[in-house]
């Protein structure tokens, strides 16, 4: 079970790394002073904070402490709610822009994603043993 709660958030770690990317490249970056553009410090600052909030209890929870679980949990949800409420701000950012690039239908597709993974580690981290010898 411990084997698949890793790959579900190594491939969460993945997918919000990769919405971040492809954010800065987007219509989104030029929304703000203080947004990151691609390939600046302010990018890759994010993605490293990003794979810490993620790898560090990952760690922990390979290594016996199942309570990082919990810690896991939180960090998902906080992933999932930032890739949801990022979806409607992409469309709305494309619409008033004009800029309806493939990029910004890249980003939608990412977070979509990565909510789907998100959901789906909830599934697999929680789900009963009772459940998983029935399966």
Known sequence: MKKRVVITTLLSAILFCSM??????????????????????????????ILMFYIIPLILYMTGMDTMKYVLAVFCGIGLL???????????????????APITMA??????????????????AFRSRKALQDS
């Open 107 to 124: 980003v939608i597709a990412i977070c979509a994603a990565t909510c789907v993974v998100n959901i789906i580690w909830y599934v697999i």
């Open 82 to 100: 930032i890739n949801l409420a990022l979806i409607p701000i992409n469309l709305l950012i494309g619409e008033v822009s004009g800029q309806n």
């Open 20 to 49: 971040m990317t492809l954010s800065s490249a987007s219509p989104l970056a030029d929304s703000g002073p203080n947004t990151n553009t691609f390939n600046s410090i302010g990018m890759w600052l994010a993605i490293i904070m």
